[in-house]
């Protein structure tokens, strides 16, 4: 249950963000409104969870993080969702 929100929460803070900013005549209400009701509807026991990396959907894309770590990219082998406090970065 709380996998789903942790899967995009801080992407989607900015997005509400961005979108009540930058069209602020039409959106600057509606948005963080309509942000907040949905986070709303989560459970507390999973608000401090984030997943800040997408999971690879492809053998490509598992390929490709190989890569990027061979290359000395930092990226851990478990990309499911983190208490907060252990993630290190925001994606």
Same mark, same amino acid.
């Given at each position: &249950? %709380?996998? $789903? ?7 989607? !803070?900015?997005?509400? +963000?961005?979108? @009540? *900013? ?5 959106? @600057?209400? /509606?948005?963080?409104?309509?942000? !907040? ?8 026991? *999973? ?7 997408? &999971?690879?959907?492809?053998?490509? $894309?598992?390929? =490709?993080? =190989?890569?990027?770590?061979?290359? %000395?990219? +930092?990226?851990?082998? +478990?990309? %499911? &969702? /983190?208490?907060?406090? +252990?993630?290190?970065? *925001?994606?």
């Amino acid at each position: &249950p %709380g996998e $789903a929100y942790a899967y995009r929460r801080d992407a989607y !803070k900015r997005m509400s +963000e961005l979108l @009540s *900013t930058e069209r602020a005549s039409r959106l @600057s209400e /509606v948005v963080p409104a309509m942000h !907040k009701a949905v986070m709303d509807t989560e459970g507390e026991e *999973t608000r401090h969870l984030v997943q800040p990396r997408t &999971p690879p959907m492809s053998n490509a $894309a598992l390929s =490709a993080l =190989a890569a990027l770590r061979s290359a %000395g990219e +930092e990226i851990p082998l +478990e990309l %499911g &969702p /983190v208490p907060r406090e +252990e993630c290190s970065s *925001t994606f």
